[in-house]
T-cell receptor, first 114, second 111 residues
């Protein structure tokens, strides 16, 4: 049982380049989330989705876009990467809303923007 | 939005001693308070949670207490073991789909 899988695990970008992080879950969860983790700041919500075809902004959405074309996948895009986007990105999914039950996290994707 | 503050940021304890991490939240409408443990190189994993209609919850060596009036909640780990070394995050959620996390506490258990 793979759970939540993130691709790639590591990536180095130059300022202005674009990239997409892929999150896949095999638990048939409705809700999916993208967080970023920075030292001393915990986990901050970037975007989330409450079902296939839906997306919504979180706390820090600027500079990111997302898509949920298939229930099992949640893509996070950076159109023009900036050094401030250097971070560890975590995808999570849940059967019900975040205020109801457990979030299942992937192992993270470390992104460095030079 | 919700603001969750977590203290201390680092905690070092002798094996066998207890560890306590405290969090405060700002939104009185928050009603769900989970704790997540993150081991090195892994994603966070839920270890215990509590709802606003309960004051305390225990699961073996870990317990969580909630004071709604003061808007703070705490994680207690008793008889600490080396495998308890990790980063712990508290979080709070109101009646929507978002979870607000504290900044995290790095716990080190000394043998």
């Amino acid at each position: 049982n793979a759970g939540v899988t993130q691709t790639p695990k590591f990536r180095v970008l130059k300022t202005g380049q674009s990239m997409t992080l892929l999150c896949a879950q095999d638990m048939n969860h409705e809700y999916m989330y993208w967080y970023r983790q920075d030292p001393g700041m915990g986990l901050r919500l970037i975007h989330y989705s409450v079902g296939e075809g839906t997306t919504a902004k979180g706390e820090v959405p600027d500079g990111y876009n997302v898509s949920r074309l298939k229930k099992q996948n949640f893509l996070l895009g950076l159109e023009s990467a900036a050094p401030s986007q250097t971070s560890v990105y975590f995808c999570a999914s849940s059967f019900q809303g975040a205020n109801t039950g457990e979030l299942f996290f992937g192992e993270g994707s470390r992104l460095t923007v030079l | 939005g919700e603001n969750v503050e977590q203290h201390p940021s680092t905690l070092s304890v002798q094996e066998g001693d207890s560890a306590v991490i405290k969090c405060t939240y700002s939104d009185s409408a928050s009603n769900y308070f989970p704790w997540y443990k993150q081991e090195l190189g892994k994603g966070p994993q839920l270890i215990i949670d509590i709802r606003s209609n309960v004051g305390e919850k225990k699961d073996q060596r870990i317990a969580v207490t909630l004071n709604k009036t003061a808007k703070h909640f705490s994680l207690h780990i008793t008889e600490t073991q080396p495998e308890d070394s990790a980063v712990y995050f508290c979080a709070a959620s109101r009646n929507d789909y978002k979870l607000s996390f504290g900044a995290g506490t790095t716990v080190t258990v000394r043998a």
